[in-house]
């Protein structure tokens, strides 16, 4: 992931990693079974948990600028 001019590049095979680690997060760590991108200047991909107690996930924490 690389935050460009044009906004946040993801290739294909990221993303596809993405959705599997999303999907596997759902699964076994009680996170919601969706990501919530957020928008502006540097967007977020996020994964909420379904409980208070938990941490999200912010997919976009690796993501670098160009």
């Known amino acids: ?3 460009t001019e044009n ?3 993801i290739t294909l095979n990221e993303l596809k990693r ?3 680690r999303v999907e596997n997060e759902n699964k076994r760590g009680n ?3 969706c990501i919530y991108v957020k928008g502006g200047d ?3 991909i996020i994964q ?3 409980y208070a107690e938990c941490f999200p996930i912010d ?3 690796s993501a670098k600028s160009e």
């Open 18 to 20: 993405l959705v599997t």
């Open 1 to 3: 992931m690389v935050y």
């Open 59 to 61: 997919f976009t924490n």
């Open 42 to 44: 540097r967007p977020r």
């Open 7 to 9: 906004g946040l590049c």
């Open 48 to 50: 909420y948990c379904y």
């Open 31 to 33: 996170m919601e079974p």
